[in-house]
C-alpha cells in the first residue's frame, strides 16, 4: 500500500505579514499547528514532513510538540521551490507513495478538501485543489490603469493540497532545477511533465499572508465551531408560610393574609430557580452560597441572589438557554401574577421572556401543601458552554 505523505513547507519570511506568520496566535494555536493538525487528524495520512525556515527548526518543533505523525521537521532552503526539495529528498518514502504538498499558512484547510485531493489522485494520477475565479480580472500598468480585461472563463485559482506520486514530484522538481524553471507552485513543475487536473478546493482555504487574513481566518473558525454542549439544571424549594410577613413570588409581591417564613423574602420560586442554574453549572447550591447565617442576608430580596447567581454563570461562561418553574401552592391564585414574574425574571436573567416558563398548580388538597402549609417550587434550566 502506498503511504500517503503531507509535505509541508513552512519556510516563508512571512514579510508582508510582518512577522512569522506561521507561529501567530489562531484561536489559542500557531498558525502552523493548525494546519499540521488537518493532516495529523485525518485517517488517510500516513506522515508529516514540516520544512521550516533555517533559523526557525526549533521553534517550529516546539508548535508543533505532542501531533501525531510528524515525522520530521527539516530546514529549508532558500525558495520555496527550494525547500519542497529538500523535503523530499527528507520523506524517505517510496516512488509510488502519494505526496500532499499544503502551505503552512492554509490553517483551514478542512478534511473535504483532503478527501477530494485524494481521490481525484487516485482517480487521475494527481489532483490540484482550486476555486473557479468568480471576480472579473483585469490587467493594469504601473500607473493602475487597466490594459485589458482578462476573460475568466475556464480560470481557476489555485490553493493547496496539491497531491501527486513522490517519484513524479521528484522528477519535477529536479527538471526544474536542471532546466533553470521557477514556479511558484508545485503543479507549475509537474504541468511540465504531464496533465495536471484540478479538484474543488474551498473559498475559505485561505492563505494567511497579510494581517487582516488572520482576522479573517478567526472569524471563519468561530463561525465552524460545534455548539457548547448542553447542561441541565434542577432546584427545589419550599417554605411555610408565617404570620405577619409579605408573600414574594418570582420577585413580585402578590397580596396575601400572610407570606412565606426565611431568613430572606422567602421567594420559593426564585430560590428553586437560583438553584436550578447553579446546579446545571456544577456549582454550590444557595443554602452553601447564601447562608441563612450570613446577617447581611436578613430580609434581603432573592432577585439579587438571582442576580449574583447569573454572574457568577458569566464568570464560568455558561449562557442560559431556557428556565422553566412550576409552583406549587392551594392560594392565593398565582396565575394572574406570572406575567410580571416572567419579567423580572426575564430582567435579572437577560433572557428573553419566551425563554422562561411559569406555571402554578395546586396539590390538589394533598398533603401538607394541599393543606395550605406551606408552598414549594420546582425548576430546571438549561445552559450553553460558550466556546
Ligand atoms: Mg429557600
Known amino acids: 500500500m502506498p503511504r500517503v505523505i503531507a509535505l509541508i513547507p513552512a519556510a516563508g519570511a512571512g514579510t508582508r505579514f510582518g512577522g512569522d506568520k506561521l507561529l501567530a496566535d489562531l484561536r489559542g494555536q500557531p498558525v502552523l499547528r493548525r494546519t499540521a ?45 527550494e525547500s519542497v526539495g529538500i523535503g523530499l529528498f527528507a520523506l524517505g518514502g517510496e516512488a509510488d507513495d502519494w505526496v500532499l504538498v499544503h502551505d503552512g499558512a492554509r490553517p483551514l484547510v478542512t478534511p473535504d478538501i483532503l478527501d477530494r485531493c485524494l481521490d481525484g489522485a487516485q482517480k487521475n494520477g494527481n489532483a490540484v485543489a482550486a476555486v473557479p475565479v468568480s471576480d472579473t480580472l483585469k490587467a493594469a500598468d504601473d500607473a493602475q490603469t487597466v490594459t485589458r480585461t482578462v476573460g475568466r472563463d475556464g480560470l481557476w485559482a489555485v490553493q493547496t493540497p496539491q497531491c501527486f506520486r513522490l517519484q513524479t514530484l521528484f522528477d519535477a522538481h529536479v527538471a526544474a532545477r536542471d532546466s533553470g524553471f521557477g514556479g511558484t507552485d508545485e503543479a507549475g513543475l509537474v504541468e511540465r511533465l504531464e496533465p495536471v487536473h484540478l479538484v474543488l478546493g474551498a473559498l475559505d482555504n485561505l492563505k494567511i499572508t497579510r494581517p487582516e ?36 413570588l418570582g420577585g413580585v409581591e402578590i397580596p396575601a393574609p400572610q407570606g412565606l417564613d426565611g431568613h430572606s423574602d422567602a421567594d420559593v420560586l426564585l430560590h428553586a430557580v437560583c438553584d436550578a442554574l447553579l446546579g446545571a453549572a456544577g456549582l454550590p447550591d444557595i443554602g452553601q452560597l447564601y447562608p441563612n447565617t450570613d446577617p447581611a442576608l436578613s430580609g434581603i430580596s432573592s ?34 401574577f406570572v406575567p410580571l414574574m416572567r419579567d423580572a425574571i426575564s430582567r435579572v436573567l437577560h433572557l428573553d421572556p419566551s425563554r422562561i416558563g411559569l406555571k402554578a398548580t395546586t396539590n390538589e388538597g394533598l398533603g401538607a401543601l394541599g393543606a395550605g402549609l406551606g408552598i414549594a417550587a420546582h425548576a430546571v434550566a438549561s445552559l450553553t458552554e460558550k466556546e
Not at 40 to 63: C, M
Open 37 to 81: 493538525s488537518a493532516f495529523a487528524h485525518h485517517p488517510a495520512i500516513d506522515a508529516i514532513v514540516v520544512v521550516a525556515g533555517a533559523g526557525a527548526t526549533g521553534q517550529i518543533r516546539d508548535a508543533l510538540g505532542g501531533l501525531p505523525k510528524v515525522e520530521a521537521v527539516v530546514p529549508g532552503g532558500a525558495s520555496r521551490q
Open 213 to 248: 487574513d488572520l482576522a479573517l481566518a478567526e472569524t471563519i473558525l468561530r463561525g465552524r465551531a460545534p455548539m457548547g454542549h448542553t447542561r441541565i439544571g434542577f432546584g427545589y424549594d419550599i417554605h411555610r408560610f408565617a404570620a405577619g410577613r409579605r408573600l414574594v
Open 303 to 336: 432577585l439579587r441572589l438571582l442576580a449574583d447567581v447569573f454572574a457568577r454563570l458569566q464568570s464560568t461562561g455558561l449562557g442560559i438557554i431556557n428556565v422553566d418553574a412550576t409552583v406549587i401552592a392551594e392560594a392565593p391564585k398565582i396565575g394572574p
